[in-house]
């Protein structure tokens, strides 16, 4: 398990995605809109959304690692495939302390697969 995931969902709605985690993680709090962020919980997980976080891009962080997803892909391609939209996550844990060299290193997954990109955000 990761201590927390994010993922970058491409062109989604909140609402699709919010309906997305209740029905795959359970219901919560009411969800909080702060400019282009709205944040929840759900099933005792803070989730936040960022909005157009990298271009067309929103980014969605579960955190905790008591989600129902292993990682960051598993997740991503969960989302993926119940929102038949592109999905981006990076392909292990990484940190500030790992620098930069696998900084820009990322999966996109869509249609069902996950392939290797590199997206400098």
């Known amino acids: 398990m990761t201590p927390d995931i994010e993922i970058y969902i491409k062109e989604a ?3 699709a995605v919010h309906a ?5 993680i359970g219901t919560g709090s ?5 400019g282009q ?9 803070p989730v936040m959304w960022t909005a157009k ?11 905790s690692d008591n989600t129902p ?3 960051d892909l598993a ?10 939209v592109p999905v981006r996550c990076v392909p292990g844990s990484w940190n500030e ?14 249609d069902g697969s996950a392939n290797p990109i590199t997206w400098r955000i």
């Open 30 to 34: 009411e969800v909080i809109r702060k």
């Open 97 to 110: 302390a790992d620098g930069e060299a696998t900084a820009d290193d990322w999966l996109e997954v869509k």
């Open 53 to 63: 976080a990298a271009g067309r891009w929103h980014s969605l962080w579960l955190q």
């Open 69 to 71: 997803w292993a990682d």
């Open 13 to 15: 709605d909140f609402a």
């Open 75 to 84: 997740c991503a391609t969960a989302a993926s495939a119940a929102l038949g």
């Open 20 to 24: 997305w985690l209740v029905s795959a």
């Open 37 to 45: 962020t709205q944040q929840c919980t759900l099933a005792g997980i």
